[in-house]
């Protein structure tokens, strides 16, 4: 017969309810703690009752996470539209001790950036009985709204002690969770996808059109594409990258909405595409049926062999092998300009240790980890655990698609049952970066506008082909599929309003000049004025445009190697910056009290586009003006060469056979390659020069004198 026990429960925690399969077994009650021996968790998550229903037509897409010790040890494949799941999933774990609980995490799967959280439970591993199956029954709960009642997860569990000769196996692989947790971000290769129309989608506005976005994922990697309003056959043209973690590729699964302004989207269709069943190194052209709904999608998918990116200790360094780095230096030597022109350069992070960073555990200590991305390539450290002074000694590589990319290193604090808590960050311009120096950068807070406490001491070496550089400025910049989502900012409204307004008034004050001039409010510059006026109308030739751009470029030039830059730091863009950030302080702590933001969402919505419509207008104007004020030199020598090439052939050429060239491609372009993707090449260099926020942003922070390279600080082991 089946008899059950009730464990006891922690504070603010669920239940836990044991059935006891067999009588056979020996009691892990008697076990000390301190027990060294290994442990062989069997679990196999059988399946869930009355869920809490996360989506608009009343169900969730749930899927479980088992943690332990604060680490992802399994996540459960997700069940679509269903409040009652059925799992029949296994998953084996090793641990070294039973102190730690299992945690057992639900959420519904969204297709935003945040998938919603449906519940937790933990299972205390002291109470489970030796080589005993045990059907285990847990109560999921809200840690914030205890009384919710949030439905149940069945289990069957069984511990095994590992002894004798697997012992040691089973130590390293265990006293290593966090190397493989870490490992998990390393990608065996990398699919592209191109998104080029839909076909007879479904009509769901009254209007009998739509305004329809596709949203892509691959594991925990996410895309969404821009709105196409208005329309049932719409044309996106657009590309970007996941990477695969897995050998056999995995599934992509894409769902399509249309977009509605005040409430939530509507549903169109979903489809899947089974990467295991497409070749390598080719690219395919498929066309997917929705289902759910009406409609295909066009898509192209390419799969490729993985980028040089990887995680090892300071011993294993490639740029320190001389023939390694031989091998480099040829692969991006400009004898090889045109072998894969998205292979632009090399990247080698040395990670080597962070000193004096904030205190964010009740004990006085911290967990620190560090999280190193170059656009959305994303690796890890271990964790140091109960540290302020953490020392990492990793190696990490990437490669270089745009040069014009910004390295972040951020570090967090492990946290066991929550989001790990942030500690600090740098953002790196990869053109900013002097090779084999070791550097201590001052960590920034979120918004990178000030300092926060600790410094990180980084070494960094860039290898890059100038001309491939060159040629990939003038293609689409790569997006970034992880991104916060936009909200509405007071501040951040009225700091882009601020920008837009100083770009608009140098405009203004330009049309007040010229009218000074025709006032003859100063005879002598007037007059002046006019006989430059008489004398370019009457030589003007269209080259001349792209010559006193190239002279202005000249000019700047000279000013700042002569030392009479003229360049000031924005300290308005700064402070408003540094409000921005107290706002957002203090809209996290009020967001739990005030749900006013959410009643009007359809006003937030129309705010944030003009929010979002004021910050790229003033970006626009900005990044004109750090183009001639040589803020990336990199940027502005290569307009120089542009503007050169330019005045040449407006010169030599006549302009009617420059329109002719120029329309003849515009033409020919859908003909030639039917799914290239729209762009301009004058917008797409302006997008790699940095807006005067984004020069804050990357500002480089003097570190405290204390701080030095070659004064090392003894860990505190705590």
Same mark, same amino acid.
């Given at each position: 017969?089946?008899?059950?026990?009730?464990?006891?429960?922690? $504070?603010?925690?669920?239940?836990?309810?044991?059935?006891?399969?067999?009588?056979?077994?020996?009691?892990?009650?008697?076990?000390?703690?301190?027990?060294?021996?290994?442990?062989?968790?069997?679990?196999?998550?059988?399946?869930?009752?009355?869920?809490?229903?996360?989506?608009?037509? #009343?169900?969730?897409?749930?899927?479980?996470?088992?943690?332990?010790?604060?680490?992802?040890?399994?996540?459960?494949?997700?069940?679509?539209?269903?409040?009652?799941?059925?799992?029949?999933?296994?998953?084996?774990?090793?641990?070294?001790?039973?102190?730690?609980?299992?945690?057992?995490?639900?959420?519904?799967?969204?297709?935003?950036?945040?998938?919603?959280?449906?519940?937790?439970?933990?299972?205390?591993? %002291?109470?489970?009985?030796?080589?005993?199956?045990?059907?285990?029954?847990?109560?999921?709960?809200?840690?914030?709204?205890?009384?919710?009642?949030?439905?149940?997860?069945?289990?069957?569990?069984?511990?095994?002690?590992?002894?004798?000769?697997?012992?040691?196996?089973?130590?390293?692989?265990?006293?290593?969770?966090?190397?493989?947790?870490?490992?998990?971000?390393?990608?065996?290769?990398?699919?592209?996808?191109? =998104?080029?129309?839909?076909?007879?989608?479904?009509?769901?506005?009254?209007?009998?059109?739509?305004?329809?976005?596709?949203?892509?994922?691959?594991?925990?990697?996410?895309?969404?594409?821009?709105?196409?309003?208005?329309?049932?056959?719409?044309?996106?043209?657009?590309?970007?990258?996941?990477?695969?973690?897995?050998?056999?590729?995995?599934?992509?699964?894409?769902?399509?909405?249309?977009?509605?302004?005040?409430?939530?989207?509507?549903?169109?269709?979903?489809?899947?595409?089974?990467?295991?069943?497409?070749?390598?190194?080719?690219?395919?052209?498929?066309?997917?049926?929705?289902?759910?709904?009406?409609?295909?999608?066009?898509?192209?998918?390419?799969?490729?062999?993985?980028?040089?990116?990887?995680?090892?200790?300071?011993?294993?360094?490639?740029?320190?092998?001389?023939?390694?780095?031989?091998?480099?230096?040829?692969?991006?030597?400009?004898?090889?300009?045109?072998?894969?022109?998205?292979?632009?350069?090399?990247?080698?992070?040395?990670?080597?240790?962070?000193?004096?960073?904030?205190?964010?555990?009740?004990?006085?200590?911290?967990?620190?980890?560090?999280?190193?991305?170059?656009?959305?390539?994303?690796? =890890?450290?271990?964790?140091?655990?109960?540290? =302020?002074?953490?020392?990492?000694?990793?190696?990490?590589?990437?490669?270089?698609?745009?040069?014009?990319?910004?390295?972040?290193? %951020?570090?967090?604090?492990?946290?066991?049952?929550?989001?790990?808590?942030?500690? #600090?960050?740098?953002?790196?311009?990869?053109?900013?970066?002097?090779?084999?120096?070791?550097?201590?950068?001052?960590?920034?807070?979120?918004?990178?506008?000030?300092?926060?406490?600790?410094?990180?001491?980084?070494?960094?070496?860039?290898?890059?082909?100038?001309?491939?550089?060159?040629?990939?400025?003038?293609?689409?910049?790569?997006?970034?599929? *992880?991104?916060?989502?936009?909200?509405?900012?007071?501040? =951040?409204?009225?700091?882009?309003?601020?920008?837009?307004?100083?770009?608009?008034?140098?405009?203004?004050?330009?049309?007040?000049?010229?009218?000074?001039?025709?006032?003859?409010?100063?005879?002598?510059?007037?007059?002046?004025?006019?006989?430059?006026?008489?004398?370019?109308?009457?030589?003007?030739?269209?080259?001349?445009?792209?010559?006193?751009?190239?002279?202005?470029?000249?000019?700047?030039?000279?000013?700042?190697?002569?030392?009479?830059?003229?360049?000031?730091?924005?300290?308005?863009?700064?402070?408003?910056?540094?409000?921005?950030?107290?706002?957002?302080?203090?809209?996290?702590?009020?967001?739990?009290?005030?749900?006013?933001?959410?009643?009007?969402?359809?006003?937030?919505?129309?705010? *944030?586009?003009?929010?979002?419509?004021?910050?790229?207008?003033?970006?626009?104007?900005?990044? *004109?003006?750090? %183009?001639?004020?040589?803020?990336?030199?990199?940027?502005?020598?290569?307009?120089?060469?542009?503007? $050169?090439?330019?005045?040449?052939?407006?010169?030599?050429?006549?302009?009617?056979?420059?329109?002719?060239?120029?329309?003849?491609?515009?033409?020919?372009?859908?003909?030639? $390659?039917?799914?290239?993707?729209?762009?301009?090449?004058?917008?797409?260099?302006?997008?790699?020069?940095?807006?005067?926020?984004?020069?804050?942003?990357?500002?480089?922070?003097?570190?405290?004198?204390?701080?030095?390279?070659?004064?090392?600080?003894?860990?505190?082991?705590?």
């Amino acid at each position: 017969m089946l008899d059950s026990c009730k464990l006891k429960s922690a $504070c603010n925690l669920p239940l836990i309810y044991y059935k006891k399969i067999n009588t056979s077994g020996t009691s892990n009650a008697d076990v000390p703690l301190a027990d060294p021996g290994m442990y062989q968790l069997d679990i196999t998550l059988r399946r869930g009752q009355s869920l809490a229903a996360r989506d608009r037509g #009343g169900t969730s897409d749930p899927y479980v996470k088992f943690k332990i010790g604060g680490k992802e040890v399994f996540r459960s494949k997700i069940i679509y539209k269903n409040l009652n799941p059925v799992w029949e999933e296994k998953a084996c774990i090793l641990v070294d001790h039973l102190r730690e609980p299992l945690y057992v995490k639900v959420f519904d799967y969204d297709f935003g950036l945040q998938d919603d959280f449906m519940g937790s439970a933990f299972l205390d591993l %002291t109470q489970l009985e030796l080589n005993r199956p045990i059907d285990v029954t847990l109560t999921l709960k809200d840690p914030h709204y205890p009384d919710h009642d949030l439905g149940i997860i069945l289990l069957s569990v069984i511990l095994t002690p590992k002894e004798g000769e697997h012992r040691d196996v089973f130590q390293t692989q265990s006293l290593r969770l966090s190397d493989v947790h870490r490992k998990s971000h390393l990608w065996r290769g990398i699919v592209s996808i191109t =998104l080029i129309e839909g076909r007879d989608l479904k009509a769901m506005d009254s209007n009998g059109l739509s305004d329809p976005y596709v949203k892509f994922r691959l594991g925990h990697q996410k895309y969404k594409s821009k709105i196409m309003p208005k329309t049932l056959n719409p044309q996106w043209r657009e590309q970007f990258d996941f990477h695969l973690y897995e050998e056999r590729g995995g599934i992509i699964d894409i769902t399509a909405w249309d977009k509605d302004a005040g409430k939530r989207d509507d549903f169109i269709g979903r489809c899947q595409v089974d990467l295991s069943g497409l070749s390598r190194e080719q690219t395919h052209k498929l066309e997917l049926q929705l289902e759910e709904g009406e409609g295909h999608l066009v898509l192209l998918v390419t799969l490729t062999a993985s980028a040089t990116v990887s995680i090892s200790d300071l011993s294993v360094n490639s740029l320190e092998d001389q023939k390694e780095r031989e091998e480099i230096l040829k692969r991006y030597s400009p004898l090889r300009i045109f072998h894969n022109l998205k292979d632009v350069g090399f990247l080698q992070v040395k990670v080597i240790r962070a000193e004096g960073l904030m205190a964010a555990d009740v004990t006085g200590k911290s967990d620190p980890f560090c999280v190193v991305e170059l656009n959305n390539d994303r690796l =890890l450290t271990h964790t140091v655990y109960k540290n =302020l002074n953490p020392e990492w000694n990793k190696v990490f590589t990437f490669n270089i698609k745009d040069i014009h990319s910004v390295l972040e290193v %951020t570090v967090y604090d492990e946290d066991r049952d929550r989001s790990a808590d942030f500690l #600090g960050r740098v953002a790196i311009p990869l053109l900013s970066i002097q090779n084999g120096e070791q550097k201590a950068y001052v960590l920034k807070n979120k918004q990178l506008t000030g300092p926060t406490k600790g410094v990180i001491y980084l070494e960094i070496d860039v290898i890059f082909n100038a001309v491939k550089a060159s040629l990939r400025t003038l293609i689409p910049k790569e997006q970034k599929y *992880i991104e916060e989502e936009n909200r509405l900012s007071k501040q =951040l409204l009225l700091r882009n309003f601020i920008r837009t307004k100083r770009c608009v008034m140098v405009l203004i004050n330009a049309a007040y000049y010229v009218n000074s001039c025709f006032d003859w409010d100063s005879p002598p510059r007037s007059l002046a004025a006019f006989v430059l006026f008489l004398f370019v109308v009457w030589n003007f030739e269209l080259y001349m445009i792209p010559l006193v751009l190239l002279l202005l470029l000249t000019w700047n030039y000279f000013l700042i190697i002569s030392g009479k830059d003229n360049r000031q730091r924005d300290t308005v863009v700064e402070d408003m910056l540094e409000d921005e950030e107290e706002e957002d302080d203090r809209d996290d702590k009020d967001s739990e009290k005030k749900g006013f933001i959410n009643k009007i969402y359809a006003i937030q919505e129309v705010c *944030i586009s003009v929010q979002n419509i004021l910050d790229e207008v003033a970006s626009f104007g900005e990044r *004109i003006k750090n %183009t001639f004020n040589w803020t990336v030199p990199f940027l502005s020598w290569l307009a120089i060469v542009a503007f $050169c090439v330019f005045t040449v052939i407006l010169y030599f050429i006549p302009l009617r056979y420059i329109v002719l060239v120029w329309g003849i491609n515009k033409f020919t372009k859908k003909l030639r $390659c039917p799914y290239a993707i729209d762009n301009n090449e004058l917008l797409d260099f302006l997008s790699r020069v940095p807006s005067d926020v984004q020069v804050v942003q990357y500002q480089e922070l003097k570190p405290d004198p204390s701080h030095s390279p070659c004064k090392r600080k003894k860990n505190n082991l705590g």
